[in-house]
């Protein structure tokens, strides 16, 4: 009798534990799915994880293993990016803590110099919009207004004595800060000013303050400084070199004119670019036509405005709606009807969709190679120098555009990488170590991010911990031969003037 209860006792609790983990395993279909989407939304917000709701009160029958296959991954089924959120990276509004990468490395490192290439900031529409109302957009610095810096008032004062710097002629007519009523076409704002306050600022707390890269007594040697010859790219490299270096002294200054915007200097002959760009250019075109649903949209908006689609879509009205969009300014609007977020979203799309293609088919890619190699190489050849020991040019600033960032970024096989925002910035560093060897690697940082080890050079590189870095050499060599494999070429003259056909 003992032994049938034991038995029976046991067969009892043999059934609880039976009933308990078909619990587990029903609640473990939906507790995870929830935990999930919480976690995946943090670390991913433009890339949602969104739940396939099934008929309510209905088992399916399927397993949990074929369940979880109809689960989106959202690290291999990324679902399209979101027009609206990628404009908003792209406006790049102050006010947002990001979180900066430049300067880490192992603490045996020391820094030897830090070349910073730069997107100019915020800035009134280069095309206006036929038959519409010029945007209600001023470029008057007020520092009581918003979005403002703690330096802007300082840096308004300090620009109005600039007439000591040194600048090529070209750059000594522009003036040193915005300052119309009503902007002109492709002027900073304070938006735009306030951006690389913001990242001149950053960057001096980081490579002044912790690394100390120029001494206190600072020469003029020491800066290389670089723009194009347009208002807005002198002004944004004023406003970082401010917060970087506030009330510089005028007199150590030195500002170089780049009339190309590929900054390509003495170097800019080269057909065998010129043809991979007009190849991309009729790729693009070729996108567009065919796109059914952006020919609608261009022919709803010319209707709009009034004036015959093709004239619209020359105008390019995406840079006038970025703008407003960046600006919170209503899109404009007459007695025919208004232009409105739909229209905008459907040619933001358009640009994504662009911006994927242009990858695939890398023509782009080809172009970026011949286009970049001057200005890398320039950049290499100033590294070369710092690491052979000579103390100048430790700190390098080009104030550019986004057909300077983009063909860099292409070259260099950041092929994910987003498409440069206003006060956008490319950082480059060179370390060395100061014990055995006296190796020197090299960092590159896109928008505070480390993408060395996304780079075409590096990517191969074995990362032995997070702090690890990438050889200088490896750099070097992508520059002065590897960019050219691509082409098949050997060097930058003879690849630029090769036959392709």
């Keep these: 009798m003992l032994l049938r209860n034991r038995f029976l006792l046991l067969l009892a609790l043999a059934a609880l534990l039976a009933f308990l983990s078909l619990s587990l395993q029903f609640f473990s279909r939906w507790l995870p799915v929830s ?7 943090h670390a991913f917000p433009e890339f949602p994880v969104r739940l396939i709701p099934g008929a309510p009160g209905r088992d399916d029958g399927l397993s949990g293993k074929n369940r979880k296959r109809i689960m989106p991954d959202p690290l291999t089924e990324l679902p399209p990016l979101d027009p609206l959120h990628e404009a908003n990276l792209y406006c790049n509004t102050p006010g947002i803590r990001e979180r900066s990468m430049e300067g880490h490395a192992p603490h045996n490192l020391k820094l030897l110099s830090v070349h910073v290439m730069i997107r100019h900031g915020d800035r009134y529409p280069l095309y206006a919009i036929p038959k519409t109302k010029k945007p209600d957009i001023d470029c008057v610095l007020e520092p009581g207004r918003k979005p403002s810096h703690p330096l802007l008032a300082d840096f308004i004062s300090h620009m109005s004595k600039g007439s000591e710097a040194h600048m090529d002629s070209a750059l000594s007519s522009l003036p040193r800060f915005p300052s119309h009523s009503l902007c002109e076409m492709g002027e900073l704002t304070q938006t735009g000013v306030v951006q690389h306050l913001r990242n001149g600022q950053l960057l001096r707390d980081i490579y002044l303050k912790k690394h100390r890269l120029l001494p206190y007594d600072w020469t003029a040697k020491q800066l290389y400084i670089e723009s194009t010859g347009k208002s807005r790219t002198l002004q944004s490299g004023l406003a970082l070199l401010y917060s970087f270096l506030p009330d510089f002294d005028w007199k150590k200054i030195s500002i170089r004119h780049q009339w190309s ?10 057909p065998v670019r010129n043809h991979y760009l007009e190849e991309e250019q009729r790729r693009q075109y070729n996108l567009r036509v065919k796109n059914s649903h952006l020919e609608k949209t261009y022919i709803d908006m010319a209707k709009v405005v009034g004036v015959p689609t093709r004239q619209l879509r020359a105008s390019n009205p995406i840079d006038s709606l970025l703008c407003l969009f960046c600006h919170n300014v209503s899109f404009p609007c007459t007695k025919n009807g208004c232009i409105d977020t739909e229209h905008f979203k459907v040619i933001k799309s358009h640009q994504i969709e662009d911006e994927k293609e242009r990858h695939e088919k890398q023509l782009y890619f080809k172009y970026a190679l011949m286009a970049t190699h001057p200005l890398l190489n320039q950049t290499v050849s100033r590294m070369q120098r710092v690491a052979e020991g000579k103390k100048e040019e430790l700190f390098a600033l080009y104030s550019a555009h986004d057909v300077t960032l983009s063909p860099v970024l292409s070259s260099m096989g950041l092929a994910e990488a ?16 100061p014990e055995g060897k006296k190796e020197q690697y090299v960092r590159v940082l896109y928008n505070g991010e480390d993408v ?3 780079t075409s050079f590096c990517r191969g590189q074995e990362r032995r911990s997070k702090q ?12 002065k031969k590897e960019m050219f494999l691509a082409v098949n070429g050997t060097s930058y003259y003879d690849t630029c003037h090769q036959r392709l056909f």
Excluded: G, Y
Aim: net charge positive; aromatic share 18%.
């Design 261 to 270: 915007t590929i900054f390509c200097s003495s170097h800019c002959d080269c």
């Design 452 to 454: 060395t080890f996304q």
């Design 35 to 41: 935990m999930q989407l919480k976690t995946e939304v």
């Design 468 to 479: 690890a870095l990438c050889p200088f050499a490896k750099f070097v060599r992508f520059v």
């Design 418 to 433: 987003r498409f440069p925002r206003f006060a956008a910035r490319l950082v480059f560093e060179l370390w060395h170590n």
